[in-house]
């Protein structure tokens, strides 16, 4: 009658139907997939503070430029003053009033070269932390993914060889049946057929009557009378 071989196809297809559950639902999927959100925004951030940075050092460079020229330029005025070239007061006055005013001038920037020396050193302490911590991370996930894709081919192969034995089985089934069983599982869902265990239907537990039983056994088709699926004696 065939039945025995479409429980086996049933098995196949429930284990089928398993496999592909847990490729939808896998936490470690979800799990990757947040991971990869956070890293990608860490990453983001590690890169801007590197912009950042480029942005300072240039900022620095400047400021050391502008330095040097102040720094040049008191001390060209210095030498001015102190030379003797002129005694006339009042030019002398706007000299050391030039002096003081480059002084002052060369104060506030190298004041500033300072401030930005500690910004400096405070974001190349943030980016060696963050930027390890970042690598670290990275590799621990690629470990993962490497791991959750092997998982993933095992379930693929063991889905794609059940997928073959069932069509080869399919083919060993009567048609007419196979037909009745596909229609019947539309209203049912996959346990369509159900196994007779010590006298109770496999799919709803309840008693199969003796009667309907026997006539199952001798070979007719049998339906459970409260959950409606084709029995297995
Ligand atoms: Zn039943």
């Known amino acids: 009658m065939g039945l025995s071989k479409l429980w086996e196809l049933q098995e196949m297809q429930l284990r089928l139907q398993e496999l592909q559950r847990q490729l939808h639902t ?20 590690v890169r801007a503070r590197m912009q950042e ?19 040049a330029r ?71 993914l490497a791991r959750y894709r092997t998982w993933r081919e095992g379930l693929q192969q063991e889905m794609d060889v059940l997928a073959v034995n069932a069509a080869q089985l399919e083919g060993e089934i009567d048609p007419k049946l196979l037909t009745l069983y596909s229609d019947l599982q539309r209203r049912l869902g996959t346990k369509a057929l159900a196994r007779v265990v010590k006298g109770t239907c496999s799919g709803c537990h309840l008693v199969v009557p003796p009667v309907l039983l026997r006539e199952a056994r001798a070979g007719k088709f049998i339906y459970c009378e409260s959950c409606g699926r084709l029995l297995l004696p």
Request: glycine content about 2%; overall charge negative.
């Open 53 to 71: 940075r480029e942005e300072l050092r240039r900022q620095v460079a400047a400021l050391e430029r502008a330095c040097q020229d102040l720094a």
């Open 26 to 45: 896998s936490a470690l999927a979800r799990e990757l997939k947040r991971e990869k959100e956070r890293l990608e925004a860490c990453q983001e951030t």
């Open 74 to 144: 008191k001390k060209q005025l210095e030498g001015k003053l102190y030379s003797g070239e002129t005694s006339n007061p009042k030019e002398l006055n706007n000299i050391q009033h030039k002096i003081d005013t480059t002084a002052g001038e060369l104060a506030r920037e190298e004041e500033r070269a300072m401030e930005l020396a500690l910004q400096q050193e405070q974001l190349e302490e943030w980016l060696k932390e963050n930027v390890s911590k970042l690598q670290a991370d990275k590799a621990a996930y690629r470990e993962k």
